[in-house]
């Protein structure tokens, strides 16, 4: 209790400086939350991009619906299968029209054939598996074709990939430089105190005791810098909303691990700053 209120006293008796590393901290965080939140909404447009793979079995003409309707429950028991849509000829007709309405006139009844139309589970949509399942499925007798948009699935599959490496690497580096100068902060934070350290050793205090109050308000420094942060990345978001396109903001997990993680960059940047000090002392 007697550290907390030490460290309470400590932003009393240095304002600017106590502000100064909650900015700091907030902005660096600032950065790494925008990357996070570029990264996220890249995230969500390609899972809406991938939610639209899917393999469409046409069945020949003249096919019992007894047999289209059993292949239809067999299917769906397939493992990497989500749902199978039975689409008639005249349904088929009225979807092409609809999707190509400058091309209408061209499609007569009778002309497209009655189709299964499968959607495949999360985690399920790699061109390996859509193929798996596509081969699968074309297997059945009454099955004349099977189309899956095999170079459309492998492209947006590489880009996955590469999206999740380049901005692990790029998140990785936002972070190790907000870490770096954060921790840059709060050691001259500890410096300009040193006189105070220095006194409190002569008088007996251990290390325990001087050090206690230095992280609980490089802790508090840290929530309210995360805090702040948040704040901005929030405003951000909602203004790019309001004024070019709809973005997507961090849900309540990824919200609260953002200012978890300023509170241990201030809780472990305070530690190291001010035991460095102390074996200067």
């Known amino acids: 209790m007697m550290a907390l209120r030490e460290a309470f006293a400590s932003f009393r008796r240095a304002p600017l400086l106590s502000a100064l590393g909650v900015i700091t ?8 939350g925008l990357f996070g939140l570029v990264a996220v909404n890249i995230r969500d447009a390609l899972q809406s991009i991938e939610d639209r793979v899917e393999i469409r079995a046409f069945i020949a003409d003249g096919t019992p619906v007894e047999a289209s309707s059993a292949a239809m429950g067999d299917i769906h028991a397939f493992p990497e299968v989500l749902s199978v849509t039975y689409v008639s000829q005249d349904d088929a007709l009225v979807r092409a029209r609809k999707e190509l309405g400058e091309f209408s006139d061209v499609f007569e ?34 099955v004349d074709d099977v189309r899956y948009g095999e170079d459309w699935v492998a492209k947006l599959y590489r880009l996955r990939t590469i999206a999740t490496l380049v901005g692990t690497g790029l998140g990785l580096a936002f972070a190790a430089v907000a870490v770096i100068i954060i921790g840059a902060t709060i050691r001259i934070m500890v410096m300009a105190r040193a006189e105070e350290i220095a006194i409190m050793r002569l008088v007996g205090a251990t290390n325990g005791f001087i050090r206690m109050p230095f992280v609980l308000e490089g802790f ?35 919200a609260t691990l953002g200012v978890v993680g300023g509170a241990l960059i201030g809780l472990f940047g305070s530690t190291f700053a001010v035991g460095r000090q102390l074996r200067r002392l």
């Open 25 to 32: 901290i907030a902005f660096s965080l600032f950065a790494f």
């Open 109 to 142: 009844p009778g002309v497209l054939p009655a189709s299964l139309d499968v959607k495949l589970k999360p985690g399920y949509r790699d061109p390996t598996t859509v193929m798996a399942v596509a081969n699968r499925i074309k297997s059945y007798d009454f």
């Open 220 to 254: 508090i420094q840290g929530v309210m810098g995360g805090l702040l942060a948040l704040g901005l990345t929030w405003a951000t978001s909602t203004a790019i909303s309001h004024s070019f396109m709809r973005t997507a903001f961090f849900d309540p997990t990824l």
